[in-house]
């Protein structure tokens, strides 16, 4: 157990809805990032948030959004779900060694996203 | 762009070999790179990190080597047990952010 959870575990809706999937990360982490993995492929990153800040943003859809709120936890909005959106959904996270300069991630178990 | 490649194809092997996984990047200089486990539908686990710094790391059966050089990293399990089975991914990071960049993965079965 990573000690990030993730909720809902499973989703399933139809394209055009809006759906919001929710992190708690590790406590005393302060970063959290998301990550989209369709079948077959890869972690995609989407964005990271950092006490309550945006800090970087990857390949995110403009119909996706995030935020961090100030008891850490963060939230993935998608919305105009489209059939390609379906796909498993990671949230992580991390406090950089500020000594080390390395920043290890803790995934949570994800939410599999399916739009139907 | 910044680039990482790991071998498309599963890497089938015999239980007690030792696999090795490659990691191969360009247009990146990273100041660590990260070796993570994937389980199917699991979230990725932590297994290693080295930095640019360093050349070898070891922990119990797992060795990873860095060659900043050849841009490339090398995951050596030895002693390979079919519970070793699972998708290994390779994450270079660095920078302001410190965000982590990951490679497709490699698919390793170990057959009993």
């Known amino acids: 157990d990573s000690g990030v959870t993730q909720t809902p575990k499973h989703l399933i809706t139809a394209t055009g809805q809006r759906v919001t999937l929710r992190c708690s990360p590790r406590?005393?982490?302060?970063?959290v990032y998301w990550y989209q993995q369709s079948l077959d492929q890869g972690l995609q990153f989407l964005i990271q948030?950092?006490?309550?800040?945006?800090?970087a943003k990857g390949n995110i859809l403009e119909r996706f959004s995030a935020q961090q709120f100030p008891d850490l936890h963060s939230e993935l909005n998608l919305s105009s779900l489209e059939l390609g959106d379906s796909a498993l959904y990671f949230c992580?996270?991390?406090?950089?060694?500020?000594?080390?300069?390395?920043?290890?991630?803790?995934f949570g178990p994800g939410t599999r996203l399916t739009v139907l | 762009s910044q680039k990482i490649e790991q071998n498309s194809e599963a890497l089938n092997i015999q239980e007690g070999k030792t696999a090795t996984l490659t990691c191969n990047y360009t247009?990146?200089?990273?100041?660590?790179l990260q070796w993570y486990r994937q389980d199917p539908g699991r979230g990725p686990v932590f297994l290693l990190l080295?930095?640019?710094?360093?050349k070898e790391k070891r922990k119990e059966r797992l060795k990873v080597t860095f060659d900043t050089t050849l841009k490339q990293s090398l995951f050596h399990i030895t002693a390979s047990q079919p519970a070793d089975s699972a998708t290994y991914l390779c994450?270079?990071?660095?920078?302001?952010?410190?965000?982590?960049?990951f490679g497709t993965g490699t698919l390793l079965a170990v057959q009993p």
């Open positions: 992580a996270s991390s406090v950089r060694s500020l000594a080390l300069g390395t920043d290890t991630q803790y």
């Open positions: 406590s005393g982490d302060l970063s």
């Open positions: 948030y950092y006490n309550g800040e945006e800090r």
């Open positions: 247009n990146y200089s990273p100041a660590y």
């Open positions: 080295i930095r640019e710094n360093e």
């Open positions: 994450a270079l990071g660095g920078g302001a952010t410190n965000k982590l960049i």
